[in-house]
């Protein structure tokens, strides 16, 4: 029994209720005016500890305090908890025209959120409900009898309607067929040029129709479904070079059962009305690194060109299977009730303005690799325990309401996005492939963030799991990365802070090297050689942050050093050129430096070559890893104020002494303290603030350790040094750096 109906039961039946709970007016849920609603006795809150007095003879107090739990029962009887019921609205125009919305009296969606949250501060919510609208005069349509007739013109928009415990799965093909015919070019988009699909002429596919493996030319205009899951333990099917052959043979997949959840993706593809499905355990050779090589930096083409993305967020292992679906688990019954003559039913999604999603508290939502599987995909069918969600460039779908309405020709976006909206809203497909309004930065910085908040199984996948999204702003923004990094800010890459412990990752990552691949440890200097959040401004929302011609170099497989800017001029000038959109305002970047502003630079010496480099470190094993680059360095003592800097709150004061003169600069204080009295530290970056007062220049430093090889390490940055104090010390090197 579900938590309100045995409220209803304790307080004695479905009329019982307090005088507060008998005002609430529940008639106003669905599409409204917003000056309609001003007058309407929606709101209510009270304290936890007066709802629970009167649970036994009101069910809707009933309800409340079963949300709070048992835990809460403290907080309750102190006041510090309270129960709210309020209206919450969705514009129906997308998530931008809300405030549009309220100021032109356009409709929105009202439907009612129910929760239970600390009575002070922003509310932290223990447990919350929603509820809307039911179609239909006579009560809630079923999905089904929908599906029978698909008349929804006279059901009333967004309403809610009842869906079975089984999925119907033709509302999935529906679904599917409308987004193809009515949001026609808008869907049909990708990350994936032409180009790009050439790079992987061949594609391995399960044809669900003959229960086998195939491999098929991308030039014949394959179509494909693709899955994102869990794998969550040993994959005992998967396709390696043993059970090739005959996996390809017809049946094969039939005869050798496979997990649940593949097998319940089959039937939903067969049933969408496709051939082929994109499994990565079955279509890539799990025991061959030439093809993992092949397939792993390709998710863009894979999951960006797939027709739909099959999404099990319903389970935590691949034996599982989908919810409502053949061996999948059995969903949660959806909640359907009268109060005050109103039919009413409770949603499973989020509100509008919550910062979760519907996958929030998902396994799924929790893996490295289905970010960008996600992320990437054009149209999504997501699967939860409760139901199934749709998610394109142009709508979000669900079982339960009646969302499928022709007012979306004129009006398509009413916002319900499956990964939250806490800034992750910009996130999307759409503006990867070229929304002029969000700068690409921001993109990267957003997606990256969210991205390293993730687990992955192996600790070597760290970039691979992320280079689908790199692909698309490579394509979509003209950006080149090189170890995760963006090229065109790789000086305001380089500077990037911890914002916790971080813990070093001893993992390899497998590259091309000429014909052949080399296992090549993460470099330390890039945010892949670590685990644990960190805060990287590429996006350089300030404007303050300038460029020094500083000129880098990688090592290619013949150990010979290749920059990599081409044009280290033209990079700067574009830099300086840009402007990003805060806050709807254009900020441009500083000035070129003047060389006079740094006269600790050599600015003869930032050109490198096979001789400058031992043969030592061109042909070591990390030599593909290496950064090298001329730059200003110094031994310096170290010495830490345990207050935090007045100017910067979150760092702090750090003094730099080579024994005569001194140097003062931040740390961030969420990272660990530094251990070291001595170190070397070299400039990476620098700072331009006040250009209209005179200007003032601050130098980025990064604290290294040099090993006996010559290789330098990152261990932290040092940021906010004044580049006048750095000029005076007596113990400068200009000096060449192979960071590892």
């Not at 031992?614 to 001329?630: E, K, N, T, V």
């Amino acid at each position: 029994m579900n938590r309100r109906l045995q409220a209803v039961e304790e307080a004695g039946g479905p009329a019982a209720l307090c005088a507060k709970c008998r005002r609430i007016d529940w008639s106003w849920l669905g599409i409204q005016k917003y000056l309609d609603m001003l007058d309407r006795p929606t709101d209510l809150m009270y304290p936890l500890a007066e709802a629970i007095k009167s649970a036994a003879t009101c069910w809707v107090c009933g309800w409340l305090v079963a949300m709070a739990e048992d835990k809460h029962h403290d907080d309750a009887v102190s006041g510090k908890v309270v129960v709210k019921i309020t209206r919450s609205a969705v514009p129906i125009l997308g998530r931008e025209e809300l405030q549009r919305n309220l100021l032109y009296n356009l409709p929105s969606l009202y439907r009612i959120e129910v929760s239970v949250r600390e009575r002070y501060g922003p509310g932290l919510e223990y447990r919350r409900g929603f509820i809307h609208k039911a179609s239909g005069t006579r009560g809630p349509v079923h999905v089904s009898d929908m599906l029978d007739s698909w008349d929804t013109v006279e059901a009333e928009p967004y309403s809610a309607r009842l869906r079975p415990v089984k999925a119907d799965t033709r509302l999935f093909k529906f679904w599917k067929d409308y987004c193809i015919e009515e949001h026609g070019n808008s869907c049909e988009r990708s990350g994936c040029t032409l180009e790009r699909l050439r790079s992987m002429p061949f594609i391995r596919l399960v044809d669900v129709l003959r229960d086998c493996v195939v491999a098929l030319s991308t030039s014949e205009h394959v179509k494909w479904v693709a899955l994102s899951y869990v794998w969550g333990e040993a994959q005992k099917h998967e396709l390696v070079t043993a059970n090739y052959t005959l996996y390809h043979r017809p049946g094969a997949l039939k005869s050798h059962k496979m997990p649940a959840t593949i097998v319940d993706a089959m039937a939903v593809t067969r049933d969408l009305g496709e051939q082929y499905l994109w499994v990565d355990s079955l279509c890539i050779i799990q025991d061959n690194e030439e093809d993992k090589r092949r397939y792993i930096p390709a998710m863009d083409i894979i999951y960006g060109q797939a027709i739909v993305t099959i999404i099990n967020a319903g389970a935590d292992k691949v034996s599982t299977g989908i919810p409502g679906l053949g061996q999948g688990p059995q969903r949660t019954a959806q909640d359907v009730f009268t109060i005050n003559n109103s039919t009413v039913a409770v949603s499973l999604d989020q509100p509008y303005h919550s910062a979760e999603s519907y996958l929030e508290n998902t396994k799924w939502n929790t893996r490295g690799w289905t970010y960008q599987e996600c992320l990437l995909s054009r149209r999504c069918l997501i699967f939860t325990p409760e139901q199934a969600y749709w998610q394109c460039l142009r709508a979000s779908l669900c079982e339960d309401a009646i969302w499928e309405q022709p007012i979306w020709k004129q009006q398509p976006n009413i916002y319900r996005h499956c990964l939250g909206r806490d800034g992750a809203e910009e996130i999307t497909m759409g503006a990867l492939l070229g929304n002029a309004s969000t700068h690409w930065s921001k993109l990267y910085s957003l997606a990256l963030e969210r991205f390293r908040q993730r687990q992955l199984s192996s600790e070597g996948d760290w970039m691979d799991a992320f280079t689908g999204i790199l692909r698309v702003l490579e394509h979509s923004k003209g950006q080149e990365f090189f170890w995760g990094m963006p090229k065109s800010r790789f000086e305001l890459s380089l500077a990037w802070v911890g914002n916790e412990a971080l813990r070093r990752n001893t993992a390899c990552q497998v590259i091309a090297a000429g014909s052949q691949t080399v296992s090549c440890p993460f470099p330390s200097w890039s945010w892949t050689g670590w685990f644990g959040s960190i805060v990287m401004d590429v996006a350089n929302f300030h404007g303050s942050t300038t460029l020094l011609p500083l000129r880098f170099y990688r090592l290619g497989s013949d150990g010979v050093p290749t920059p990599l800017h081409e044009n280290l001029d033209d990079v700067l000038s574009e830099f300086h050129n840009d402007s990003v959109v805060v806050h709807s305002r254009a900020i441009s970047f500083p000035p070129k430096n003047n060389p006079s502003d740094h006269t600790w630079m050599d600015t003869a010496r930032t050109e490198i070559t096979t001789l400058d480099i031992p043969g030592s470190i061109r042909f070591c094993d990390i030599a593909p890893s290496l950064l090298c680059f001329w730059t200003s360095t110094a031994i310096l003592e170290i010495s830490q104020d345990r207050q935090r800097s007045k100017s910067e709150p979150f760092k702090e004061n750090t003094t730099l002494s080579d024994g005569q003169a001194k140097v003062s600069g931040q740390h961030p204080w969420r990272e660990p303290r530094l251990d070291v009295k001595q170190g070397k530290f070299i400039v990476v970056g620098a700072i331009h603030t006040k250009p209209d007062q005179g200007s003032l220049f601050t130098l980025k430093l990064m604290l290294v350790e040099e090993r006996d090889s010559g290789v330098c390490y990152r261990l932290c940055i040092i940021s906010n040094v004044l580049a006048s104090a750095w000029a005076k010390l007596g113990n400068l090197k200009w000096e060449l750096i192979y960071l590892g």
